[in-house]
């Protein structure tokens, strides 16, 4: 089989009502990504996320490097191309951020083909591990734009479609107004349902064990991303003193920082994802460090969980999946969620086939 075309594509889908973290304002998701073409009618797609900036950035890396690297290569030589693309030219402004993520999309097309071509669903295609659903958990209910009131009937209607966890965000100005936040969804939830809670780096260290101290009381399943991403010492400091787990991997791009963070106990729920490892190939060498130190891997979603869903699946120590559904109508198979758990796709690839109408309605030229 060989890439007879490669080309970027630029998708925003709208979010209804727009929502907010501590860091992020999203009106749309950036859904950036690349579309091979093979000898053998098999097309690939892999896509990176986005607040919707920056994706220009991510697109041009594919077409001028990564794209023309692809012609005439075999898609299942995707540890080679994933090797050349990284030390490729790219290599002295990469290793990180926008490099990667245009790497993760990439990476993602090849194994999208290869799992097309055998006709099993990727996660088949991995070795499977979980055959019939996973654990979904919900962030959806829980934006820091949220009045505490919509908080609130937010997480009873995310709880009565049968989800038994759910995340909140936190890192406001005032953490006394974060605490009565918690406190509220706690109290209307019950001690049943699993809470995590996401500062988005707003802390610093003092903050972090000042307020996870009080915020210990509300028997989280995590805090996450208590503080700047880069600061592992830090985070060994929270995860030896405070009773709630560490949990972070969003921004941390390759196995190396993994290790160390892993390696210095600094983290407790390994959040490793994707669209920003560069793709399947690294993560599958993520999940394995983790599992070496039997640390759970519960990845964030900046795929919205159409990939992840079969990379968990595939994971003996990936335990849960975070569930966000924004940009779940544009797929030919979208992820979706029953009663708490994600039900396993059963079509050939890795669930990341767009539907054409929705490729053409939300593409940016
Ligand atoms: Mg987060």
């Given at each position: 089989?060989?890439?007879i075309?490669?080309?970027?594509?630029?998708?925003?889908?709208?979010?209804?009502?727009?929502?907010?973290?501590?860091?992020?304002?999203?009106?749309?998701?950036g859904?950036?990504?690349?579309?091979?073409?093979?000898d053998?009618?098999?097309?690939?797609?892999?896509?990176?996320?986005?607040c919707?900036?920056?994706?220009?950035?991510?697109?041009q890396?594919?077409?001028?490097?990564?794209?023309?690297?692809l012609i005439?290569?075999?898609?299942?030589?995707?540890?080679?191309?994933?090797?050349?693309?990284r030390?490729?030219p790219?290599?002295?402004?990469?290793?990180?951020?926008?490099?990667?993520?245009?790497?993760?999309?990439?990476?993602?097309?090849?194994?999208?083909?290869?799992?097309k071509?055998?006709?099993?669903?990727?996660w088949?295609?991995?070795?499977?591990?979980?055959?019939d659903?996973?654990?979904?958990?919900?962030?959806?209910?829980?934006w820091?734009n949220?009045?505490?009131?919509?908080l609130?009937?937010?997480?009873?209607?995310?709880?009565?479609?049968?989800?038994?966890?759910?995340k909140m965000k936190?890192?406001?100005?005032?953490?006394?107004?974060?605490?009565?936040?918690?406190k509220?969804?706690r109290?209307?939830?019950?001690?049943?349902?699993g809470?995590?809670?996401?500062?988005?780096?707003?802390w610093?260290i003092?903050?972090?064990?000042?307020?996870?101290?009080?915020?210990?009381?509300?028997?989280?399943i995590w805090?996450e991303?208590?503080?700047?991403?880069?600061?592992?010492?830090?985070?060994?400091?929270?995860?030896?003193?405070?009773?709630?787990?560490?949990?972070l991997?969003?921004?941390v791009?390759?196995?190396?920082?993994?290790?160390?963070y892993?390696?210095?106990?600094?983290?407790?729920?390994?959040?490793?994802?994707?669209?920003?490892?560069?793709?399947v190939?690294?993560?599958?060498?993520v999940?394995?460090?983790?599992?070496a130190?039997?640390?759970?891997?519960?990845?964030?979603?900046?795929?919205?969980?159409?990939?992840?869903?079969?990379l968990?699946?595939?994971?003996p120590?990936?335990?849960?999946?975070e569930?966000i559904p924004?940009?779940?109508?544009?797929?030919?198979?979208?992820?979706?969620?029953?009663d708490?758990?994600?039900?396993?796709?059963?079509?050939p690839?890795?669930?990341?086939?767009i539907?054409?109408?929705?490729?053409e309605e939300?593409?940016?030229?």
């Open positions: 089989m060989k890439i075309s490669a080309e970027s594509f630029i998708l925003h889908v709208p979010i209804t009502p727009p929502i907010t973290d501590a860091i992020n304002v999203a009106t749309h998701w859904v950036t990504g690349i579309r091979i073409v093979t053998e009618g098999i097309t690939g797609y892999g896509y990176t996320g986005t919707a900036n920056g994706d220009e950035m991510i697109a890396t594919i077409d001028r490097y990564y794209a023309p690297a005439g290569k075999d898609p299942f030589m995707v540890k080679q191309i994933w090797d050349e693309l030390f490729g790219m290599h002295w402004i990469g290793r990180a951020g926008i490099t990667h993520m245009a790497l993760a999309a990439v990476d993602i097309a090849l194994w999208d083909i290869m799992s071509s055998v006709n099993k669903p990727l088949q295609y991995l070795g499977g591990h979980k055959p659903k996973i654990k979904a958990y919900n962030t959806n209910g829980g820091l949220w009045s505490k009131e919509r609130i009937s937010d997480m009873s209607a995310i709880l009565e479609e049968g989800f038994t966890a759910v936190v890192g406001l100005p005032d953490s006394r107004e974060d605490f009565d936040r918690v509220a969804v109290k209307a939830i019950g001690d049943d349902i809470l995590m809670i996401d500062v988005n780096q707003q610093n003092t903050t972090a064990m000042t307020w996870g101290k009080k915020l210990e009381q509300f028997d989280l805090l991303e208590p503080l700047n991403p880069d600061d592992i010492g830090n985070h060994r400091k929270l995860a030896d003193e405070l009773n709630v787990p560490i949990a991997g969003e921004h791009y390759n196995k190396y920082a993994f290790r160390d892993i390696e210095r106990g600094a983290v407790e729920y390994v959040q490793v994802d994707v669209t920003r490892v560069a793709g190939t690294e993560w599958l060498q999940a394995g460090l983790a599992a130190y039997d640390l759970p891997v519960c990845p964030h979603v900046g795929d919205m969980g159409q990939i992840h869903q079969h968990v699946a595939a994971t120590n990936a335990i849960m999946l569930y924004w940009i779940r109508h544009i797929f030919e198979e979208p992820a979706t969620v029953k708490g758990f994600y039900v396993l796709p059963q079509q690839g890795a669930s990341t086939t539907i054409p109408r929705y490729f939300y593409r940016v030229k």
